[in-house]
Structures are given as structure tokens and as C-alpha cells.
């Protein structure tokens, strides 16, 4: 049994693993990782977009039926510049809002013919286009119906 310790074990003879071994595990796992790392990017950007194309779309039917319920109109006023809006009853500022941080317009622009979007005291839209929005590589759109239609999101079928 000594013998048998002894030969695993001998002068001059390094047991473990050869430094060409251990930079082969190193390059696979940084590798690894660096494509994990990209992926739950690109992930939480695309949950940044859906999630503010949502809540644009739940605002706007909001605003829609505040409209229907009140004696005043509401709008919801778009920067075509950039990524703020606000809803407005009348001439009274309900909340000011912007897009989740990397999300955007196509372009800098809306796809309506004008950037303030009006519903009348019976819920009429006043305006029809597309709003999409980008987060660079994914594109959402939300759908607006002039007259009582709802307002639609580009991933719903």
C-alpha cells in the first residue's frame, strides 16, 4: 500500500492540469459568458419595448374613455422629437410620461399626420396613423382608429 502512494506521488512529477488546459477552460467560460451576457441584453430590451408599447396603448384607451365619461375632451400630445408625452383633459396636465430608456420612434418621427392625438367628449379620435416604436433591432406599433375605434398594439392579432 506505501508502494502504491509512493508511484502517484514521485519527485519531479507535478500532478494537475498543463497551462495550455486551464486557458482552453478560461477562453470557453469567457466566451460563454459574454454570450449569455448579450442575449439578457437583448432580452431586456425587447421586454422594455413591449412593456412601453403596452402602457402607451393602455394611456391611450384611457384617455379614450375619460373623453366618453366627461364633458371635456383629452389629448395625448407626443414629442415628434422625441420621447416624452403627456396626457392632457382640457387645458389641465394629467401626467407626463416618457418611453423606457433605448426605445424610440422610427426615425425620430411618428407615422401621424400630427403629433397630438384628440378624443372628443364621446371618446371620437380625431387622427389615424401608426405610432412605432424601435428599440433598434424589434419594432412594435400601436394602431390608432379615428372615429370610437380602439386602438390596436402591432403584436396582437
Given at each position: ?28 467560460s469567457a466566451i460563454s459568458v ?113 372615429g370610437t375605434g380602439w386602438q ?6
Open positions: 500500500m506505501g508502494d502504491v502512494f509512493c508511484r502517484h506521488f514521485r519527485p519531479g512529477d507535478h500532478g494537475g492540469f498543463s497551462l495550455l488546459e486551464v486557458m482552453v477552460v478560461l477562453s470557453l459574454v454570450m449569455l451576457t448579450g442575449s439578457l441584453v437583448s432580452l431586456e430590451r425587447g421586454m422594455a419595448l413591449r412593456a412601453t408599447a403596452s402602457t402607451l396603448l393602455a394611456q391611450l384607451r384611457a384617455m379614450q374613455n375619460l373623453a366618453s365619461t366627461s364633458d371635456s375632451f383629452t389629448e395625448v400630445w407626443l414629442d415628434p422629437y422625441d420621447t416624452g408625452y403627456r396626457l392632457l383633459q382640457g387645458t389641465q396636465t394629467l401626467e407626463s410620461d416618457a418611453f423606457a430608456l433605448g426605445v424610440n420612434y422610427v426615425d425620430g418621427y411618428l407615422q401621424l399626420p400630427v403629433h397630438v392625438i384628440s378624443y372628443d367628449n364621446l371618446g371620437n379620435a380625431q387622427v389615424a396613423g401608426v405610432i412605432r416604436l424601435t428599440d433598434g433591432q424589434r419594432e412594435d406599433d400601436v394602431r390608432l382608429y379615428m390596436t398594439g402591432g403584436w396582437t392579432a
